[in-house]
């Protein structure tokens, strides 16, 4: 019969096993450490493409505005006779253009205030 082969040292083993477990808490730990990494990149990426699409739709809604204004100034003379009147001030002959400063403010009332209280001495 032969013999059964010798086991190693023990302290080999438990050195190797040690060895075998560091290895793999280390292992662990570089991949949580990387997913976490990425899962924050990926987050970044997500919040910047949101904010492009808004900045997208809001680049998108001018555009349409303002194709709508060119066509309106093409297409009708009252808006852009009105338009020159509002913004260039332009009047019409024989009309009298009357401006008054500050009118913004007087369209607003103004809140009332409170009397002083009378005084009790004769």
Known sequence: MESEPQSRNPQTEKLFLWA??????????????????EAERLQALRASERQKEKAYTAIERTRDQTGRYLDRFSRDPEFVRDQARE???????????????????LAAPKPATPA???SASR
């Open 116 to 118: 002083p209280p009378a």
């Open 87 to 105: 913004r260039m001030g332009v009047a019409e002959p024989g009309e009298i253009v009357i401006r008054i400063d500050g009118a913004r403010g």
């Open 20 to 37: 075998s477990f560091i290895a793999f808490c280390s292992v662990v730990a570089l991949t949580w450490s990387t997913y976490g990494d």
